[in-house]
């Protein structure tokens, strides 16, 4: 082949992997062995020609940003906090906001219920938990359910219980987005439910104060987790222009680092359950402080930060 025609057939192609920047590892590595593919053939045939050493450069510069990017790699842990899992918010804010609305709408349903139906709390609750906590009220400790194992005993379990139910809640993602769904619904009618027995009682702002010490972030965790399962469904029900299976795949890794963006989240809740919120004789300023940063740290890193993010990057690249 004469050179004017290699150039021909492939500079396009030289010229986008110079101007459009990647940081993504596969697709620098598809590039270099391109590259260097290139750079063989015009060795072979056109040792000395100027198409040689261009293509020599842009195969050093991509070696380069290989290297760089295996650097960056180290780093991964604070990248991955810092920026991938908050553009993913971004990216599924839909999915998180179906959850929410989902998760709302059940405890809405569990309330009302629970005001209509004397049955419901018990149905919902169980016998022995309602009779348990009437006891405890009677007593004048109606929050002493926290109290009644050890606290290392108690994160354990709960943290355990919790990771357990964030993963089933992603994973049943993959019946297209039906699990998730169903299991927002049985969970917030149960937190509505319960909720309401308390206010029922006169016990609300009580119940708020003790209760979402830990609930705020316990919550919180659901929710995501609900979005994650809606997001690894998404990629079945919506493929846009790739393949089923392709979007699924993406679908997944992308559902897959939100549902393990959680594991804090539910291990500081845990925390809170097992070691704080059975205090209940906690200063009111204290279980109030406890309660709003968590819901602020929610808001701005699920929320706001994202959203930051996002703008910094298209303003990168208009300039």
Same mark, same amino acid.
């Given at each position: ?9 492939? %500079?396009?192609? /030289? ?17 270099? +062995? ?27 510069? $991509?070696?380069? %940003? +290989? !290297? ?9 842990? +604070?990248?991955? /906090? ?14 998180? $906001? ?11 349903? =569990?309330?009302? %219920? ?11 609750? =169980? ?28 994160? $354990? ?6 990771? !357990? ?22 969970? =917030? ?10 206010f029922s009682k006169g016990l609300g702002l009580e119940s708020v104060l003790t209760i979402w010490i830990h609930g705020t972030l316990e919550i919180s965790g659901i929710i995501i987790a609900g979005a994650a399962g809606l997001v690894l =469904? ?41 070691? &704080? ?11 109030? %402080? &406890? ?29």
């Amino acid at each position: 082949m004469r050179e004017a025609l290699f150039v021909k057939q492939n %500079s396009e192609k /030289w010229k986008r992997y110079q101007q459009m920047r990647t940081e993504n590892s596969d697709e620098l590595a598809e590039r270099f +062995i391109d590259i260097t593919n290139d750079l063989a053939y015009a060795n072979t045939f056109y040792p000395k020609s100027k198409t040689t050493a261009y293509l020599n450069g842009l195969a050093a510069v $991509l070696h380069q %940003s +290989i !290297y760089k990017n295996k650097k960056e790699d180290r780093n991964r842990f +604070i990248t991955f /906090w810092k920026t991938e899992l908050p553009v993913l918010f971004y990216t599924y804010r839909k999915q998180l $906001l179906y959850s929410l609305l989902f998760f709302l709408l059940s405890a809405s349903i =569990g309330a009302l %219920s629970a005001k209509y139906d004397d049955s419901f709390v018990r149905l919902i609750l =169980g016998d022995g938990y309602v009779n348990m906590t009437n006891e405890n009220i009677a007593k004048g400790d109606p929050f002493g359910v926290y109290k009644r194992q050890g606290e290392m005993e108690m994160f $354990l379990m709960i943290a355990a219980n919790n990771t !357990y139910v964030s993963l089933l809640m992603f994973v049943s993602g993959i019946f297209l987005s039906i699990g998730p769904v169903f299991f927002m619904l049985r969970n =917030g009618v149960m937190i509505g439910a319960f909720e309401y027995y308390f206010f029922s009682k006169g016990l609300g702002l009580e119940s708020v104060l003790t209760i979402w010490i830990h609930g705020t972030l316990e919550i919180s965790g659901i929710i995501i987790a609900g979005a994650a399962g809606l997001v690894l =469904g998404h990629g079945l029900l919506f493929p846009k222009t790739y393949t089923r299976f392709q979007a699924f795949k993406n679908s997944a890794k992308d559902g897959t680092k939100i549902a393990l963006g959680l594991i804090p989240i539910i291990l500081v809740a845990a925390f809170f359950e097992g070691f &704080i919120t059975r205090h209940t004789e906690m200063p009111l300023f204290l279980s109030i %402080s &406890i309660l709003a940063v968590s819901l602020l740290f929610i808001i701005w890193y699920v929320i706001l930060y994202p959203s930051k993010l996002h703008k910094h990057h298209q303003t990168i690249e208009n300039a």
